[in-house]
């Protein structure tokens, strides 16, 4: 007998701009570190305008975070530790019910990255490689705190590319599984057998939401042309 699926509107149209846009930034700033020349004719400056842009995008996310849509806000996927326990145990029986936002593993995962990412993008700021760029806080602290940051900046880097590794087998294992999180990135939309696990019933008010989305937006887009200009 044929089940109907279950349709529901999870990532709104601000998360999934934020998500590919973060994609972009982080595969240029990246790439610009590996190459010293082609396409571009100053890597560094390229690696640093990058680095403005996933830190303006973090801060739009840490914000929307808060007053975004319900899906998209930390208190409706950032779950306790004894809940995220027994979802790990119930998913290593393939028994984990479903979730329209992240899921507990999940929800904690994309913590950690914003965490890391955001770090990355502020710790980049105080830093020179006494060539070519001096990051527009360079000396805050003093040089010795700016040698330290280096020091971090790097190490943080491995560890982002670890976390993005692992971000990436949890989206293929999930296909697996029968969710196509891909897919839901791209058009926001899930879809169920039944009703998820976090399945939230608050109205959703299109206009106070594109007035929260445009002051969030300024700030982000305000710390970028700081930094930028």
């Known amino acids: 007998m044929y089940q ?23 595969l240029v700033s990246f790439y610009t ?7 571009f004719l100053f890597p560094i400056d390229v690696h640093a305008q990058s680095g403005y842009l ?22 409706t996927f950032l779950y306790p530790v004894d809940d995220t326990i027994a979802y790990s145990k119930t998913l290593l ?4 019910p479903a979730y329209a936002s992240h899921n507990p593993l999940g929800g904690w995962m994309v913590l950690i990255l914003l965490l890391s990412l955001t770090f990355q993008a502020l710790s980049g700021l105080f830093l020179s490689d006494d060539i070519f760029f001096q990051g527009p806080l360079y000396g805050l602290f003093g040089q010795e705190v700016s040698s330290q ?10 560890l982002l590319l670890i976390l993005i590794g ?6 293929v294992v999930h296909r697996l599984l029968g969710e196509p999180l891909l897919a839901a990135m791209l058009i926001g939309t899930k879809r169920f057998r039944q009703q998820p696990a976090d399945a939230h019933s608050e109205p959703l008010n299109i206009s106070l939401l594109r007035w929260r989305a445009l002051g969030v937006i300024l700030i982000a887009a305000g710390v970028v042309v700081w930094l930028w200009f």
């Not at 940051?149 to 491995?158: A, E, K, V």
């Open 4 to 26: 109907a699926k279950l349709a529901i509107n999870v990532w709104d149209g601000w998360v999934r701009v934020f998500h590919w846009g973060l994609v972009a930034a982080v």
């Open 33 to 39: 570190t590996k190459t010293s020349g082609l396409p």
């Open 54 to 75: 996933v830190l303006g995008l973090l801060v739009f996310r840490w914000l929307w975070g808060m007053v975004g849509s319900v899906y998209a806000r930390f208190s």
């Open 93 to 96: 029986k393939r028994q984990a």
């Open 149 to 158: 940051l280096r020091t971090l900046h790097q190490l943080n880097s491995d």
């Open 166 to 171: 692992l971000h990436l087998v949890g989206v």
